[in-house]
């Protein structure tokens, strides 16, 4: 007898005459928040399966870093799934291995790292996250109140001063998290990246939207403005390094505008799933805000949030 993902994954769509039929969705389907447990730590990360076709299985694949991965072929064979994944920024070795199956209304399965050595991992199904058509916004919160630290932890040993109001890591160190955390916000940031360097804000701790030096490029969704290794700008709205500028972003549920310098460039479009180096994968809590000092020097001005209210 054939497993329950085998005959799910065997026929996705059929003909009949010339009407197309949809068949039952594969159980493997959808969106999973996923936690690798690697030497010890819990390794947040996204995976995401569709059909292809009539009866392919494909998908993208967040690891605890780096951006988005395709996946050309989810294999099924009896109650098992497989695929793999090539590196990106890991060590160098194999690609790697993830093979898994379904455990309740859940997934369970091994991770073969590129060193060869195997890490379990189990994942949820990642939640719809309902928006607010007609929001109402509470009272703005400075959440960098342009003397100290105050309200904000440093992920490691500490390299962000305050000085003259303007908050500022003069070289890469660690990520800095708020205290407070937030569901559905605007927040408006003043910043500056100097030339060359590289930062980011974790909204809700989880998706990141790209600060880099691009004046110039092409848009792209790991570039600046963008949703890391997701939503790309539909324009380059980087000023020139030596400016202040200004990001104004509205989160409700999943989706998400971003205005630059005054333009809007992503513009309530859905964010599919956490991005590399999200502090948690549970999507369906409120999270911190994360200012990545991991990657280069950046500073900042302004960081007001405006949370939405019931």
């Given at each position: 007898?054939?497993?329950?993902?085998?005959?799910?994954?065997?026929?996705?769509?059929?003909?009949?005459?010339?009407?197309?039929?949809?068949?039952?969705?594969?159980?493997?389907?959808?969106?999973?928040?996923?936690?690798?447990?690697?030497?010890?730590?819990?390794?947040?990360?996204?995976?995401?399966?569709?059909?292809?076709?009539?009866?392919?299985?494909?998908?993208?694949?967040?690891?605890?870093?780096?951006?988005?991965?395709?996946?050309?072929?989810?294999?099924?064979?009896?109650?098992?799934?497989?695929?793999?994944?090539?590196?990106?920024?890991?060590?160098?070795?194999?690609?790697?291995?993830?093979?898994?199956?379904?455990?309740?209304?859940?997934?369970?399965?091994?991770?073969?790292?590129?060193?060869?050595?195997?890490?379990?991992?189990?994942?949820?199904?990642?939640?719809?996250?309902?928006?607010?058509?007609?929001?109402?916004?509470?009272?703005?919160?400075?959440?960098?109140?342009?003397?100290?630290?105050?309200?904000?932890?440093?992920?490691?040993?500490?390299?962000?001063?305050?000085?003259?109001?303007?908050?500022?890591?003069?070289?890469?160190?660690?990520?800095?998290?708020?205290?407070?955390?937030?569901?559905?916000?605007?927040?408006?940031?003043?910043?500056?990246?100097?030339?060359?360097?590289?930062s980011g804000i974790?909204?809700?701790?989880?998706?990141?939207?790209?600060?880099?030096?691009?004046?110039?490029?092409?848009?792209?969704?790991?570039?600046?403005?963008?949703?890391?290794?997701?939503?790309?700008?539909?324009?380059?709205?980087?000023?020139?390094?030596?400016?202040?500028?200004?990001?104004?972003?509205?989160?409700?549920?999943?989706?998400?505008?971003?205005?630059?310098?005054?333009?809007?460039?992503?513009?309530?479009?859905?964010?599919?799933?956490?991005?590399?180096g999200a502090l948690?994968?549970?999507?369906?809590?409120?999270?911190?805000?994360?200012?990545?000092?991991?990657?280069?020097?950046?500073?900042?001005?302004?960081?007001?949030?405006?949370?939405?209210?019931?």
């Amino acid at each position: 007898m054939k497993s329950r993902l085998m005959m799910a994954a065997t026929v996705l769509l059929l003909w009949t005459g010339n009407v197309l039929q949809a068949q039952d969705e594969n159980p493997l389907e959808g969106k999973w928040d996923l936690v690798i447990e690697k030497d010890g730590t819990q390794l947040p990360s996204w995976l995401e399966i569709t059909h292809s076709g009539t009866n392919t299985l494909v998908g993208r694949f967040v690891y605890a870093f780096g951006s988005a991965r395709p996946i050309s072929e989810v294999v099924v064979s009896n109650d098992v799934f497989s695929f793999v994944i090539p590196k990106q920024w890991e060590p160098e070795g194999t690609d790697m291995t993830f093979t898994g199956a379904l455990e309740g209304e859940g997934l369970k399965g091994t991770m073969i790292y590129t060193d060869g050595q195997p890490y379990s991992w189990t994942a949820v199904r990642a939640p719809k996250l309902d928006y607010v058509a007609k929001a109402k916004w509470g009272k703005t919160k400075e959440l960098f109140n342009g003397k100290d630290l105050s309200g904000w932890k440093a992920m490691g040993e500490n390299q962000w001063v305050v000085e003259d109001g303007i908050l500022s890591s003069p070289k890469s160190g660690a990520n800095l998290v708020s205290e407070e955390k937030f569901k559905d916000f605007k927040l408006h940031a003043e910043f500056k990246v100097p030339s060359g360097s590289n930062s980011g804000i974790y909204l809700r701790g989880r998706y990141e939207v790209q600060i880099t030096d691009d004046k110039g490029s092409d848009p792209s969704s790991v570039l600046f403005g963008g949703i890391y290794g997701f939503l790309t700008p539909n324009e380059m709205a980087a000023n020139d390094a030596s400016e202040w500028q200004t990001y104004d972003i509205t989160l409700v549920g999943r989706r998400v505008t971003i205005v630059a310098n005054g333009k809007t460039i992503i513009n309530d479009q859905n964010i599919p799933g956490i991005t590399g180096g999200a502090l948690d994968s549970k999507e369906g809590e409120p999270g911190p805000f994360l200012i990545q000092g991991d990657h280069g020097p950046i500073m900042f001005r302004k960081f007001e949030v405006t949370p939405r209210v019931e």
